[in-house]
């Protein structure tokens, strides 16, 4: 009777630090699986170069599950760093906010309605063309084409992987911008560019008239209808495709662009801003012959 009695005593006690051992393997897996899941919440975003080329090995997995070929995505991410430049200019926003007699004065200077004008001649013949086959007048796509990058003289130095990979790691429109990184792979995965063209501005816009890359899959066409369009040395083809963004945006032919009038809305498609919008249609309306208030185009 004794004996058994040990024997149960020996039995209770391998059980009691059986149990014991497994609540410190329920405990420690429990708490492993807050340490990852909260890595992994962080690894979504930061706000600084830390984590960011645990964020860039995590995305270009990513970009390969998304059927971006690794040939793509090591020639287009391999040297891609945290740009503390872009995260500076992306903060630096306020001029969207000036009242638009200020905001319009700086941009539409007497040096670019002179070449604005000098523009118009150039490009006669294939802004007529595109005219004729979008419906967007030549003065719209001048105002334009002179706002964005000095009518091409300013498109931009800035890496454009570089400027999206900080972008979509930053937290304010990380999101966002994944997306257009994405995308940007994509460009270069169809054959349209190799990714040391790709240069442009600090938020990831390439070209003449500064597209974004879902932008540049979406709207870029080739003026003479062939098939790759070229946004960066080709002005015309930069023309063809703002008009082909434009129409796509609901832009109607023969109607007037100022605010109030039925072709506005299409201008805040191309930048949301109403202070930006606006300055456009007034470029134009001056490009077009209007007087400083309006007036018969």
């Given at each position: 009777m004794q004996a058994k009695a040990v024997r149960r005593e020996k039995r209770g006690t391998l059980a009691r630090r059986a149990q014991a051992a497994l609540r410190t393997v329920t405990?420690?897996?429990?708490?492993?699986?807050?340490?990852?899941?909260?890595?992994?919440q962080t690894a979504?975003?930061?706000?600084?170069?830390?984590?960011?080329?645990?964020?860039?090995?995590?995305?270009?997995?990513?970009?390969?599950?998304?059927?971006?070929?690794?040939?793509?995505?090591?020639?287009?991410?391999?040297?891609?760093?945290?740009d503390d430049a872009v995260i500076a200019q992306d903060r630096r926003q306020g001029s969207f906010h000036q009242d638009f007699a200020k905001f319009a004065a700086k941009r539409v200077t007497a040096y670019r309605l002179k070449k604005g004008r000098t523009m118009l001649l150039s490009y006669a013949e294939p802004l007529d063309r595109i005219?004729?086959?979008?419906?967007?007048?030549?003065?719209?796509?001048?105002?334009?084409?002179g706002l964005e990058?000095?009518?091409g003289a300013g498109s931009g130095t800035?890496?454009?992987?570089?400027?999206?990979?900080?972008?979509?790691?930053d937290c304010r429109r990380s999101e966002k911008f994944r997306e257009e990184l994405l995308d940007a792979l994509k460009i270069v995965q169809r054959g349209d560019l190799e990714p040391s063209q790709m240069r442009g501005a600090w938020a990831g816009e390439i070209g003449q008239t500064q597209f974004l890359p879902s932008t540049y899959l979406k709207?870029?066409?080739?003026?003479d209808g062939g098939a790759v369009a070229d946004l960066i040395d080709d002005p015309e083809d930069a023309l063809a495709s703002t008009a082909n963004f434009l129409r796509a945006k609901g832009w109607k032919r023969g109607a007037g662009w100022d605010e109030g009038e039925p072709n506005f809305a299409a201008l805040q498609e191309w930048n949301s801003a109403p202070v930006y919008a606006k300055t456009i249609?007034?470029?134009?309306?001056?490009?077009?012959?209007?007087?400083?208030?309006?007036?018969?185009?």
């Open positions: 405990l420690c897996g429990a708490a492993a699986a807050m340490l990852g899941a909260a890595h992994a979504t975003c930061g706000d600084s170069a830390d984590g960011f080329d645990d964020w860039l090995a995590d995305f270009k997995q990513e970009a390969e599950t998304a059927g971006v070929a690794p040939s793509v995505i090591e020639s287009a991410l391999a040297d891609v760093a945290y005219e004729r086959r979008y419906g967007v007048p030549a003065p719209v796509l001048v105002a334009i084409w990058t000095e009518f800035v890496p454009t992987f570089n400027a999206l990979a900080t972008l979509a790691y709207y870029a066409v080739r003026a249609a007034y470029f134009a309306d001056r490009l077009a012959g209007a007087g400083e208030n309006g007036g018969e185009r």
